[in-house]
């Protein structure tokens, strides 16, 4: 099913769109602004703590932004950082690029590539505009001992109230994306989705489909189930 049908909210301009969790973040964020692009939108991609450095559409000026978009292409903002990365311009600064896009897609948070995590402290960084977050879980995690695919292992565990050996479960992964202190943390009344990623195989795609059913019953949090091939993949 397309983007735009599981998530309505990138049918109308004006949104500010916050990821969180782990597991796909940059690659649903880059798959959006190609979707909203291509719909003659001025898009900017940028973070609010770290992303890798893109290979395009990287603009370091406002003027480079603006060819970008003029071009209809995405802009995608940041910093240069330490070991390929990007980080968060300062907020004011960040505001100005902000002005005149059409959607701001943000990721605003870090897993250091794992599928699955529970946020610490400082974590997420939600700009107080944001008007949409998605919480992100790679549905690769499932079935699989705790400490091998989550980041913030002993925040997860205390969750969860499970040992780091303990395997996923469906009601685990529904708890960590719905739960105040995990995924759904400091939405408020944002307007909140769950995606489960990496749903390109039968297993993974009946897991997901298993945990979409509690997020649904036990928690009347929106979902979506998401795949995207290699060559999408950030």
């Known amino acids: 099913m397309p983007l735009e049908m599981q998530l309505p909210f990138l049918n109308t301009?004006?949104?500010?769109?916050?990821?969180?969790?782990?597991?796909?973040?940059?690659?649903?964020?880059?798959?959006?602004a190609r979707l909203c692009a291509a719909k003659g939108w001025r898009v900017l991609a940028t973070t609010t703590t770290h992303i890798q450095q893109p290979k395009v559409f990287w603009a370091q000026t406002i003027k480079e932004r603006n060819t970008h978009w003029n071009a209809g292409n995405y802009a995608v903002v940041g910093l240069p950082a330490e070991n390929g990365k990007l980080k968060s311009l300062p907020p004011d600064q960040l505001r100005r690029w902000m002005a005149g896009a059409d959607i701001v897609l943000i990721e605003a948070d870090g897993a250091k590539?794992?599928?699955?995590?529970?946020?610490?402290?400082?974590?997420?960084?939600?700009?107080?505009?944001?008007?949409v977050v998605l919480a992100v879980a790679g549905l690769s995690?499932?079935?699989?001992?705790?400490?091998?695919?989550?980041?913030?292992?002993?925040?997860?565990?205390?969750?969860?109230?499970?040992?780091?050996?303990?395997?996923?479960?469906?009601?685990?992964?529904?708890?960590?994306?719905?739960?105040?202190?995990?995924g759904h943390k400091n939405v408020n009344d944002r307007e909140f989705y769950a995606v489960l990623n990496q749903a390109d195989t039968p297993q993974r795609r009946k897991f997901g489909e298993k945990t979409q059913k509690i997020l649904q019953e036990k928690y009347?949090?929106?979902?979506?189930?998401?795949?995207?091939?290699?060559?999408?993949?950030?």
């Open 13 to 32: 301009k004006g949104h500010i769109v916050s990821l969180v969790g782990s597991g796909g973040k940059t690659t649903l964020m880059y798959a959006m």
């Open 113 to 131: 590539r794992l599928p699955c995590k529970a946020p610490a402290e400082h974590e997420p960084v939600i700009l107080p505009e944001s008007d």
């Open 141 to 182: 995690a499932g079935e699989q001992p705790l400490k091998e695919v989550c980041f913030r292992l002993e925040k997860a565990c205390n969750l969860l109230e499970a040992t780091p050996e303990a395997l996923l479960t469906p009601p685990m992964l529904a708890k960590l994306l719905a739960s105040d202190a995990g």
């Open 220 to 234: 009347a949090v929106r979902y979506i189930l998401t795949a995207f091939e290699e060559g999408e993949r950030a």
